[in-house]
């Protein structure tokens, strides 16, 4: 059974860069298509990032385009979002979540398995 951990969150201050971890075990993340997720207090869950089974990465609000990368490493099965020139607005619970699709969505509900999250704080 899939599984999902998040590591590399942490306080940061604003222009500076993250990069956050998603390790899976259990099954190969080959086979499925991975998304990032974010989760601000009293904001609904959104979509940042996506990697598709089908070899497409994306990003999905403006506010994120040029700055987060998404990559994976099969070889790890790990999945990574580098997030560069980072905003006040962009602290959150940041989740990565697998689905076996074919390609990305930035709805939460596309996705079944999530990991437990990790804490981006960024502030001066």
């Known amino acids: 059974q899939l599984q999902l951990v998040e590591s590399g969150g942490g306080l940061v201050q604003p222009g500076g860069s993250l990069r956050l971890s998603c390790a899976a075990s259990?099954?190969?993340?080959?086979?499925?298509?991975i998304g990032w997720f974010r989760q601000a207090p009293g904001k609904e869950r959104e979509g940042v990032s996506c990697d598709s089974q089908s070899g497409g990465s994306t990003n999905y609000p403006d506010s994120v385009k040029g700055r987060f990368t998404i990559s994976r490493d099969n070889a790890k099965n790990t999945v990574y979002l580098q997030m560069n020139s980072l905003k006040p607005e962009d602290t959150a619970v940041y989740y990565c979540?697998?689905?076996?699709?074919?390609?990305?969505?930035?709805?939460?509900?596309?996705?079944?398995?999530w990991g437990q999250g990790t804490q981006v704080t960024v502030s001066s």
């Open positions: 259990g099954t190969t993340l080959q086979y499925y298509t």
């Open positions: 979540a697998a689905a076996p699709r074919w390609l990305c969505s930035a709805r939460p509900t596309d996705f079944g398995v």
